[in-house]
């Protein structure tokens, strides 16, 4: 299967689902017209309830990443740009290593000005 969840990881089961989803199209393991797995068959194979995963597509369509059309499923967009995906990607990790040494948003940006001076 292509995504998995940790029960356990303090972040939701949703988030973990839809960033794999956001990973698998950094990595180019997912691309644009894709057709993601049917919410109902994913939430089975992950043993979580289907709405999880439903909440899951929503934010990814609320991020133009996915369609959702009734009666068709989950697709990527045609149109979805994997470079600006990948980016998004780095920068999430980056924010996370600044959370995970204290460092705030605004010593991050700082930090960023200085580097790229």
Same mark, same amino acid.
């Given at each position: 299967?292509?995504?998995?969840?940790?029960?356990?990881?303090?972040?939701?089961?949703? /988030?973990?689902?839809?960033?794999?989803? &956001? %990973?698998?199209? $950094?990595?180019? +393991?997912? *691309?644009?017209?894709?057709? #993601?797995?049917?919410?109902?068959?994913?939430?089975?194979?992950?043993?979580?309830?289907?709405?999880?995963?439903?909440?899951?597509?929503?934010?990814?369509?609320? /991020?133009?990443?996915?369609?959702?059309? &009734? %009666?068709?499923? $989950?697709?990527? +967009?045609? *149109?979805?740009?994997?470079? #600006?995906?990948?980016?998004?990607?780095e920068i999430r990790a980056l924010?996370?290593?600044?959370?995970?040494?204290?460092?705030?948003?605004?010593?991050?940006?700082?930090q960023i000005e200085q580097v790229?001076?």
């Amino acid at each position: 299967m292509l995504f998995s969840v940790d029960p356990d990881s303090p972040v939701g089961l949703a /988030e973990q689902i839809a960033s794999q989803v &956001r %990973g698998a199209l $950094a990595s180019g +393991r997912l *691309t644009p017209g894709d057709k #993601l797995p049917p919410a109902r068959e994913l939430a089975a194979g992950l043993a979580v309830n289907m709405h999880t995963v439903l909440r899951a597509y929503s934010a990814l369509r609320d /991020e133009e990443l996915i369609e959702l059309r &009734r %009666g068709r499923g $989950a697709h990527v +967009r045609p *149109t979805v740009d994997v470079d #600006l995906i990948a980016l998004d990607e780095e920068i999430r990790a980056l924010l996370a290593a600044a959370n995970r040494l204290g460092i705030s948003r605004a010593q991050l940006v700082r930090q960023i000005e200085q580097v790229s001076a």
